[in-house]
């Protein structure tokens, strides 16, 4: 970039700032609701997969799959393009929400229910050995026990979603993206607003993932697991409690 | 304390039970009975049964034939249709009979997500329904007994093994059983931890009436609380009788083998 | 249904169908392309930061990181105007490749970190050479462990080459829209895409697991 270039740059940033930052905020707004469905969506589908029902497990499976397999990308455009042509038109935001939170809510269903199963069986166990009921031992016993589980997989579940949120921009949505590109086009096509683009995406990843650490540290001092900060928590975190679980033999 | 059961006055009874794993048989048509305040060891090789028996009373496991029976009425089981025939409990059925069964596990179980006083209230207040400071100092009283009162706000992670298993102790009596089942409770002890561990569960033998059950090779204990003491092998009682007879003159050549082989 | 909506035409969906399977080439060619890609570059990326120094390691560390938590359809962007004149395809391919190594990067490395530590002493007792530890010992078992992370993630990568269409390569979805907005035909064309997709995607998907299962045991 020429000198000149620069200054044409810097004092149409100057100008767009106020933009720029609207663009930020509806990219903060996207990922906070497509993560708040997302999260529903994922334990909704991740108890049910794990239903004593085979109807209801087959279904939640099902689902899990389809909103997998048919790509984010189309999933957003099919809600945007082709589904007015069934008579229904959301709002384009609504259709970023909507997608993000199922596409990655089928993505957090693995996750919920592999941090269940994850639990050792001993657990449930002296559970029932004082009388808990299903509801009971899922809510008091097992789910604290596998959230520390699923805490580090949903930090990256969160940045993707994060990442995936530009998506808006090419359904008319004014997001951070968006807004930038016409901070580009304003000063002649340079790539230094991408450049700034990506730093912005950088740091915003940077918050989400070290809130994220915040809250896998405290859900680990929780369950008295000793960590580094941050530190690559997988299920085997969790085995500081003794060893559970005898396989059919018994004494 | 009788050591030889009254009809109707039998606080477990198995009937004829039998458990499968796949093609391994476990138990085989074992007669079974416990009156109400017996207190009964049973010891015999791994692989006898002895646990299965402990983990089908808690219901962490089903009966593959046979009922079993808990104060005198189906436990395993429930009467169903007009004519009572019996048909494999339900929830329903379990629940409320359940409770009055804790037992103490091999690797204590603790929830690694509450303090031990939370650990040992979880139970009275959110299954008996008690409320907080009631569920607390009965948690206290025990946490007292079982020596342990200045831990209270500990993390059972931060506890010695013995530690840990005294805490499961007073989580189990917290709900104020009527019949104990003790699961091999001092196998994952490392050996000079044992001890304090045995000795609570001494106390709580002299100074309640509860029924207990209990699995384990530490044969001094077994003849310290023993009422009865069973022999089990190949998932069928072999012999039993009191302490003394069983453990000093046992009739059978493969309980003189294994009560030598462990002492 | 609204009456403002037409229903399912199936005269559009035979019309799109073919369309939208010719952008399929286009969209497996990226794939294989871009895992390719991704594949030798992650493990480069990975090995820097194994086997270098600390120094080294930093180096390729940080923009591996930078590159990883942030959006590929901004680096498309990025590159399309900072790399003017390369072929669409050849620049996606690249971009998504890289955006993916910084993925498979972390993969492997958790593979190597598997790879117990008496293998490496058995390595040195035999007086090994480096080249011949990493290549005959560490990695064959370290790749082994990871084959179904690097699987879900092929299939990850599959499902993201619509990216593409937004630096205008022609592939599946490129097809499906522009058949879409010509013909008035959203519903039938985009419908069709998301079941080439799920199609395509689920049985790769099951393939993984299968393999899962059996290098779990």
Redesign the interface.
Known sequence: MTDSGTAVFLSELGRALPAIGEGLLVTLEATALGAALALLVAFALGLASRSRLLVVRGAARAVV??L????????L??LF??L?????RLDPMACGVLAFGLNYGAYGAEVVRGAIAAVPA??T??A???????V?RLR??VL??AY?LMVPPFKNLL?QL??????LS?VTVADL?FRI?QL?SATG???AA??L??LL??AL??LL?AGMNALERRAKA????VSGPGGRGGPRA?R?????G?A???? | MPSDHVPGAEKVRFDRVTKRFGDQTVLDGLDLTVAPGERVTLIGPSGSGKTTILRLLMTLERVTDGVVHVDGEPFSHMPSGPGGALVPADERHLAPRRRRIGMVFQQFNLFPHMSVLANVVEAPRHVLGLDGDEAAARARDLLGLVGLADKEDAHPTRLSGGQQQRVAIARALAMRPELLLLDEVTSALDPELVAEVLDVLRDVADSTDITMLCVTHEMGFARDISDRILMFDGGRVLESGPPERLLDAPEHERTQAFVRSIT | MGGAGSMWDMEAARAALPVVLSGFGITLLATVLGFAVAAVAGLAIALLQRSGGRRLALAVGAPAAFVRSTPVMVQLFAAWVLVPGLDPLVLGVLVLGLHYATYLSEVYRAGIDAVPKGQWEACTALSLPRRRVWRAVVLPQAVRKVLPALGNYAVSLFKETPFLSVITVNEMVHEASAFGSTHFAYLESFTLAAAVFLLASWPTSLLVRRLEARLAQ
């Open positions: 799959e389809f997998r397999g048919t790509s984010l990308y189309v999933q455009f099919w393009f082709a007015p042509m069934l008579g229904f001993a657990q166990e002296a029932i050995a004082l009388g808990m009921g299903p009971l008091r016993v604290p026990q520390a940045i994060l990442k995936a949120t530009p998506l090419l993206t590109d580009r096509g340079t790539a991408y450049l683009l990506l995406y950088f990843a940077a993932g929780r369950l008295g697991v969790v500081a409690v003794p060893r559970a005898r059919g033999g018994g004494a």
